[in-house]
């Protein structure tokens, strides 16, 4: 390190002459006081201690600078940054006859081979030979640039080459400029900018997409139902230029392949479904096939795969109602003779002496407690109501609780004689997803058959699905045989989803709404605003009408049972999650004796598919439901185990969660050059083509040394002057006192 020292002043011609003046004025006037007191030495002294301050402010007054300047002793650095990250094996780099390899594909040559990678095509940047040219002018530093956990920070590796070369003069940025993690390069750029380093990029691959086909989504529930078709929906990315036809194939261990014929649209996304039939119990893994495409480069994304549980089910369902009409018994029917739903109902026959029915699904009493009602997964409310032979406010109450902390399904079924409006004077007044007229309690009846009409969001669900198909649904909504009597809704509250409307009455806020979904805490509520669907046998007999039940039941209670022990629950939303997509934990813990948990310690380990672990500490959301809730942020595609814990019960539940997605580094995304052009325009650097690498390095040699570093001293309000000044200013009042002039 070489140090040179120097004063330098900032005087101007006014300063100069006003300094000068007042020091000739200053001593003409010392002069003459020495000569009145008779040439005494101690007026002599007192006089040359003023000179000295006024000569002293007059310095200060000229701006005087103390400099230093520190220059290194060894050559400039010259740092050569290559991208390694996952992104740079997109094959897209095409080798022409003339002028090497094109970093977008394209030159004046003609492509010999096939296309390069986007590492291969800077293999040779990144051997220290390649910068031999400049050795004698600076110290060539090669380094990595390295994805990050799942994505590429070029922020980072930028800001840290300023801090660790103190003598750098220039960077080079080898990369195809797809930066997915940390900040923004622009900012280290602006600090390269600052210390005068300019950046130099060479960006490679193609702008853009190559032709490819990719499975992003393939949403398979949880778990599935031995025996019972399960709907999988999934979508296709296509950037070919063209529609084409194809058959995607699904394939399940020891399974038979289920083949569909699709077509999937040019330059977009084609979402689609197939349905599958679990068969033997246990975890399997799914996975779906697209076929390559002829004019395909990349076929590592035309398959995925899933997990799933295939169960066998037993839902618990409970039905309560006042009088046995017809709706109510074939609903009976239709749930007890399903096979995974066991069936409970309460019959209160007003007027009658005792309540419930002839068969061992009558229950004699509404559920007492929690623990008991705790377990059933959907509740049916018939037409009843607030009354002392029928339901209390307590277990209105608890009902509630049952769906907004224990993830249970609630279905309203009105009726004609009205008593729904009771309900309305208790809690579940926030659970009802539709307003009702209050005029016209017992509702609106009409002697011809009344019909459906399904909505966009009802055309789309999974509960009004009948027919397989799209077109077939429609046509079956189309033709179910009509309702004679309806609710008297007005219109459905905000937050809630119309399935269904009526397809000719209608009132100031539109078509009558008479299929209303809603979400309320953890559960689900359905409201079925007629009671004429025991009509749809009608010539098919249980074909649509058990379809119709079965699909209500079980998506009110899949969430509920998504992982399930002895005495604990666990469950999340959303269903499918998707990498880097915050996921709720619910939970429901409940003690020795079966009553929920009224406090408590509970605890969810999740460990990714790379090993990482994370523990989620879960806080309480009812107190009296025993419900906990805890949130997780998955980082990773994959699956993840998770294990529940409570410190108080010792009890444990293991699950397994699994995220869609894929890593924030992908190949055979489109390059960003973009990116890099910034850098360059922040720094004054220059973005240079892959083969014109020479005119880096004749840039980079033209480059002048680096600035010495300079380290300025003010004199004038440096601490040592203004010590100086003061001790001059005492010693002159002290004078003062000795030679008797104060």
Known sequence: MNLSRSLQWAWTPWTLLFSVLALAIAAVLSWLAWKRSGYRRSILGLELVRLALL???????????WIEEYRPASKPTVVVLWDDSPSMETRDVVA????????????????????????????????????????????????????SGQGTDLSEPLSKVAEAHENLIGVVLASDGDWNAGAPPVGAASRLRARGVPVFAIPVGSTTR????????????????????????????SSLPRDYATTVTLRSPGGKAVEKQIRIAAMGRTSEAIVWEPGELGEATLTLEVPSHAEEILSDNNRVTAPISVREEKLRVLIVESYPRWEYRYLRNALSRDPGVEVSCLLFHPGLSRVGGGSIDYIQRFPEGKDELAEYDVVFLGDVGIDDEQLTVEQCSLVKGLVEHQASGLVFLPGWQGRQFSLLETELQDLYPVVLDETQPGGWGSRT?????????????????????????????????????????????AGTEVLSVHREVSNQYGRLPLLVTRKFGAGKVLFMGTDGAWRWRKGVEDLYHYR??????????????????????????????????????????MDSSGEPLAAGDVTARVV??????????????????GAFAGRYTAEEPGNHAVTLHCQQTQASLEAT????????????????????????????????????????????????????????VQLW?????????????????????IVGLV
Request: aromatic letters at 8%; glycine letters at 8%; charged letters at 20%.
């Open 548 to 589: 119709f039940w079965g699909q209500v039941v079980r998506w009110m209670a899949y969430q509920r049972n998504m992982a399930a022990g002895e005495s604990m629950r666990l469950y999340y939303s959303p269903e499918q999650p998707q990498v880097r997509q915050t996921i709720t934990f619910n939970a429901n813990v």
């Open 717 to 737: 309000s440096h601490p040592a002057v203004a010590g100086v000044i003061i001790a001059l200013l005492g010693l002159f009042w002290v004078g003062r006192k």
């Open 55 to 65: 000569a002293t402010a007059a310095l200060l007054l000229n701006g005087p600078e």
């Open 449 to 493: 058959p009344q019909q459906f009409e399904l909505t966009e969001s009802g055309r789309r669900s999974l509960l009004t699905k009948l027919a397989d198909t799209h077109d077939e649904n429609v046509a079956v909504w189309e033709s179910l045989p009509g309702f004679q009597w309806y609710a008297p809704v007005r219109r459905a509250k």
């Open 608 to 625: 990714a598919p790379s090993g990482a672990a994370e523990t989620i500490r879960f806080h309480h959301t009812g107190e009296a439901w």
């Open 96 to 147: 022409e006859t003339s002028g090497g390899a094109s970093g977008a594909g394209g030159g004046s040559g003609t492509a010999a081979g096939p296309p390069l990678s986007r590492r291969e095509a800077l293999a040779p940047l990144t051997d220290s030979a390649a910068w031999q040219t400049l050795d004698e002018d600076a110290d060539v530093v090669v380094q990595r640039i390295a994805a």
């Open 210 to 237: 190559l032709p490819d086909l990719e499975l992003v989504s393939f949403d398979v529930p949880t778990f599935a139902v031995q025996g019972k078709s399960v709907r999988i929906p999934f979508t296709i990315d």
């Open 657 to 712: 969660l699994f995220v869609q997605g894929a890593p924030l580094e992908q190949v055979g995304k489109p390059a960003r050059p973009e990116v890099l052009e910034e850098i360059t325009r922040v720094t004054r650097g220059k973005v240079v083509a892959l083969d014109k690498v020479e005119e880096v390095a004749r840039s980079l040699a033209a480059l002048p040394a680096p600035p010495a570093s300079v380290r300025r």
